[in-house]
């Protein structure tokens, strides 16, 4: 029986773009001046701070004033401006501007350099921001630390693991700069983990314990956060005590990864036993741990328990954020409860916050899984009148699949209509919903062509795309063409999988060709695609149907000895055929495959 959280968590409260500029087409064109390092006096003319700057054409308008001031301000005017262009996340347009200061001969520094590099970087062009490097170094400008972590940084953001891991190294050994700090250690570690590369960051922070270098709380959390997601919580409980063997304490960041890793694991004993952890060494709960904890439990099912943690929180003067409310609504929507669900909705805003994109995904997916597509459309119109970014692929494949399923093609089919018009990109999941319904209504010349034009779009179609095509043509009675698509699979880089043998061998048996059937099924174990309970279920439910019970018979064996058993159908044929034969042997067979009997 689950332990209930509910205790230690009382216990632990009591306790306390602009689109002016793109990415530079020659990204050397502004290192052909020569680089001026004098600097000039500040312009008393200039008064006007940039940070107040809330748009991007008032920052580049007061950018460019500034570089034609005579005299020009000193150097870290430029730098300060430079940066507050990139908090505006506007990387390309300081690329520019940077390009427009060498053409007026503003002064440049080490910091210009770090900036102009991270704006590469941010951009994954980390092959130009190594070429920016490169040409400072040349003009005599030295590289610190900082400008190391960021090309480190841009390395892991372009996905170029193997380089980033090389340059560390170098870092180490050839004293390029100054010594690694923790940043340095953090970005590798982390970059290492957030690229899969969960085990490799392990092993590498316990090397640098053993060195000068030694890893700090940050890193330590990293790997523990990777090893909580790969599904190796084990090990993260193993480095957790490690680290404190080491004299490192463990922050709320260390247990809210590993509560998560058990969570998601159905640990809840653990689960327990790390919050009063928490409470003995005074960690506070924060809000993430208990959407955490809202979260696991609405996935279980439990939604009264989660109601239960947003009691405690409210009575503790900890405010539920919108994540805590979309765990809930989803968790109410899961159940099928949607006027629950939509009670939490309507509480989101009385309580300070508005609802996000998520919130309305979920309730209008809730809705059109109650069949009451009408709801969902009202909910959809209202995401709708909020702005366009309430809008997104999710929303309207949900919506689109909504109104498939209820029979309302045309309505669906200009929704998506509607949803390019819009500029929100259908994805494959779009796509696929679409083919589904144009199969299902046996549209299946139309459905090919549909392919054509996602292909057209950019678009590679996956094994469910073609498994829906597979069985639309199965379906339209064109078993030949199906099984000659399957037979196309591999040229296409994919392999058939259990479901498209399913829907190959359900068919050939519902035609009559069982034998076929039967050698499909040891074909496919032969290409590696081990049968699995519902192939079985197909053929011998086909063999019952035309009363071929003896060649059904070995099939139920073999079934029994890979650990299937039958379904609900199969079942209920195996008992009308028990007793019209009154077989013993089928009787021994049925104790075998046939659940609670």
Known sequence: MRISAIAPIRRAIAAKCSTYYGIFADPFSFFSLNFHSKERLFSPNFKRDLSCASEVDDAIFFFRKMVRMRPQPPVFEFTKQLQVIVKMKQYSVALQLFDEMRQWAAPVNEYTMAILINCCCLLKRVDVGFAVFGIFFKQGYN????????????????????????????????????????????????????????????????????????????????????????????????????????GISPTVVTYNSMIQGLCDFGR???????????????????????????DSFCKEGNVNEAEDVL????????????????????????????????????????????????????????????????????????????????????????MIHGLLSEGRNADGWKLFNDMETRQVHPDLYTC??????????????????????MEDKGLSPNIVTYGILINGLCKDGKLEDAKNLVNKLPSKGLKPNNHIYAIIIGSLCEEGFVDEAKDLLIKMERSGCAPDSMTYNIIIHCLLKKKELDKAMPLLEEMHKRGFL??????????????????DVLLEMMKKVVPKM
């Open 143 to 246: 590289a610190n630390v900082v400008t190391f972590n960021t090309l480190l940084k841009g390395l892991f953001l372009d996905g170029k693991v193997a380089e980033a891991e090389k340059l560390f190294k170098q870092l180490l050994t050839l004293k390029l700069c100054a010594e690694p700090n923790d940043v340095t250690i953090l970005t590798v570690i982390d970059g290492l983990c957030k690229a899969g590369h969960v085990l490799v960051a392990h092993d590498l922070l316990l090397l640098l314990e053993k060195s000068i270098y030694k890893p700090n709380v940050k890193a330590y959390n990293a790997v523990i956060n990777g090893l909580c997601k790969t599904g190796t919580v084990d090990n993260a409980l193993e480095l957790k005590s490690r680290m404190i063997d080491k």
């Open 268 to 294: 809840w004993k653990e689960v327990k036993d790390l919050l009063n952890e928490m409470v003995n060494h005074k960690i506070c709960l924060t809000v993430v741990t208990f959407n955490i904890l809202v």
């Open 311 to 398: 009691k405690i929180m409210k009575q503790q003067n900890i405010s539920p954020d919108i994540f805590t409310y979309n765990a809930l609504i989803d968790g109410y929507c899961l159940q099928g409860k949607m006027d629950k669900a939509k009670e939490v909705f309507d509480s989101i805003t009385g309580n300070g916050l508005k609802p996000s994109i998520v919130t309305y995904n979920s309730l209008i997916n809730g809705y059109c899984k109650k069949g009451k597509v009408d709801e969902a459309w009202r909910l959809f119109l209202e995401a709708s009148s909020k702005g366009l970014e309430y809008l997104d692929t999710i929303t309207y494949s949900t």
């Open 432 to 453: 696929n919903i679409l083919l589904e319904g144009l199969c299902k209504t046996h549209q299946i010349a139309e459905a090919f062509s549909f392919l054509r034009v």
């Open 566 to 583: 039958a379904d609900a159908s199969t079942s209920s044929m195996l008992t009308n055929h028990l007793q019209l034969s009154k077989k």
